[in-house]
């Protein structure tokens, strides 16, 4: 069964930085596209951004285009987010998956940005 342990969250204050990364297990990912997705407390999951297999393309929410970049290295089966300019409403829990998301979800990583 695959299983995904996203890392790399933590506290931070705005305008900061942080970077997430996503191992999967299980199963091998290389013909999948993979995406971050991440859930504020009282809201909806939603998706932040996506890369496909060969990492040829990408895909972002509008909100976090110009400050997020998602990468992957299909060798080590990981996925990993880079992210910038953090803004209170960044703040919730970041999971990863394929895109759309297909596998059951990990535990995800807590992402707190403070004024």
């Known amino acids: 069964q695959v299983q995904l342990v996203e890392s790399g969250g933590g506290l931070v204050q705005a305008g900061g930085s942080l970077r997430l990364s996503c191992e999967v297990s299980?199963?091998?990912?290389?013909?999948?596209?993979m995406g971050w997705f991440r859930q504020a407390p009282g809201k909806e999951r939603q998706f932040v951004a996506a890369?496909?297999?060969?990492?040829?393309?990408?895909y972002y929410l509008d909100s976090v285009k110009g400050r997020f970049t998602i990468s992957r290295d299909n060798a080590k089966s990981a996925v990993y987010l880079q992210m910038s300019s953090l803004k209170p409403e960044d703040t919730a829990v970041y999971y990863c998956n394929t895109s759309p998301a297909l596998w059951a979800w990990g535990q995800g990583t807590q992402v707190t940005v403070s004024l």
């Open positions: 890369i496909t297999w060969s990492g040829g393309s990408t």
């Open positions: 299980g199963r091998t990912f290389r013909s999948n596209t």
